[in-house]
């Protein structure tokens, strides 16, 4: 059989997907510098554009690249001490010797230790998830501050303000001691959500590029369940993202935003819901409770209606009960709010809502959603009407605007 030629183009991007963050984790345990990895890696995938399509694919992509960010790594240093520059043609000529073959390769443990230094405490948890998001997948810093709603040069200025200071504190590249561990995973997969879902609010932004950096995080939750296999919480982060992925297509039809309760269950994907409810049970095999598997328990539930035609809302109000004994948190309230609406406990949802804080919920969309529901449930009609207003007011996506004042039918 004839095998026609890799192509450059393809090559590069599956390189790009599957070594960037190891590369860079791998030169960081050398040097300790973040910016300085990573810049090394992206002028290697730079370099590799070029000689790749003029040179063809070589025969091993990850050795070239390692020994090209290794060389860009050894210049820029070079640079920085104002010693002799490194002589152009170590820059171009990427041979690859048996020993370099040989030499230390970055591993899957590069790309676990560098998640764990992304979510150091040391570090502000609001930049544990954009950090990550350059670090090990390489997503400039426009695309990440498109996400979180912020400049592109201050995404720039807080990204770069954060590896400096894993630079001049000495935060080193190490797996956390095991007494470490099960707290130092939860903050990676908290910012693995949090990636997600800055990506995946209830209101998306048209275009953009949030489908690519939740593919991005999806692929990052997969990737802690190979890291970590015995951590159930991984393997139910994962089920929670692949539920929700599963439901995606059927959210908007033919313009209109669809609630989760009127979507067409033959628009969402059974290969992904299986995949779903596989790594829950997995992770309920295990038999360590946590948040994460609670909230894919109640997508779960959800999803099941393709199956069963019903949502079992008495299941869904039992496990949100159980996520707020260990993990309370807005939106987990909000949705037990909307849970206790559906079995006909609308007081009791109101006086769910009623504990949130004002500061919190002034500009939270979703509440005034859900106020709305419980309102209207409750038979208060200028008090719903009035949480409907402030919800449109908060919605930036036409199409659910649309939704809320009616525009749907």
Request: contains cysteine; proline residues 5%; neutral net charge.
């Amino acid at each position: 059989m004839t095998h026609l030629p890799v192509q450059p183009d393809e090559a590069l991007a599956d390189a790009h997907r599957e070594l960037f963050g190891r590369l860079v984790g791998w030169l960081f345990r050398r040097n300790g510098d973040l910016q300085a990895a990573e810049d090394a890696v992206a002028t290697a995938f730079a370099q590799a554009i070029t000689a790749w399509r003029e040179g063809g694919v070589p025969r091993s992509p990850e050795a070239w690249l390692r020994v090209a960010a290794r060389n860009a790594a050894i210049s820029a240093a070079r640079r920085r001490t104002r010693d002799v520059l490194v002589a152009p043609e170590e820059m171009i000529v990427m041979a690859v010797t048996d020993d370099e073959l040989t030499e230390s390769a970055p591993t899957q443990d590069d790309v676990l230790t560098l998640l764990f230094v992304c979510a150091h405490p040391a570090i502000d948890e609001r930049m544990h998830a954009p950090l990550m998001l350059q670090a090990v997948l390489g997503v400039d810093a426009a695309r990440i501050a498109a996400v979180f709603l912020v400049p592109p040069s201050t995404m720039g200025q807080r990204l770069s303000r954060v590896k400096t200071k894993i630079r001049d504190a000495g935060i080193r590249y190490r797996v956390p001691s095991p007494e470490d561990l099960p707290t130092r995973v939860g903050a990676v997969l908290r910012a693995i959500y949090a990636a997600y879902g800055a990506s995946d609010a209830l209101i998306d932004e048209l275009g953009g590029d949030r489908p690519a950096l939740r593919t991005e995080a999806l692929r990052l939750a997969e990737m802690m369940t190979t890291l970590v296999p015995d951590d159930p919480e991984a393997r139910g982060l994962f089920a929670l993202l692949l539920h929700t992925e599963s439901r995606r297509a059927a959210r908007f039809v033919n313009g209109w935003f669809v609630p989760l309760g009127a979507q067409d269950t033959r628009l969402w994907s059974a290969v992904l819901r299986a995949r779903g409810d596989d790594e829950l049970r997995r992770a309920a095999a295990q038999g360590r409770l946590g948040r994460f598997q609670l909230e894919a328990a109640i997508s779960a539930v959800h999803s099941a209606r393709a199956e069963t035609g019903t949502t079992d809302w008495r299941a869904v109000v039992a496990l949100y009960r159980g996520l707020l004994q260990i993990a309370p948190s807005t939106g987990a309230r909000i949705g037990s709010a909307a849970a206790l609406v559906e079995v006909g406990e609308a007081d009791a949802a109101a006086r769910a809502l009623a504990v949130l804080p004002s500061s919190v919920v002034a500009d939270h969309q979703p509440y005034w959603v859900c106020l709305a529901r419980v309102e209207a449930a409750r038979g208060r009609v200028a008090e719903a009407a009035d949480a409907t207003r402030r919800a449109v007011g908060l919605t930036t996506d036409p199409r659910v605007r649309a939704h809320l004042l009616g525009g749907a039918g």
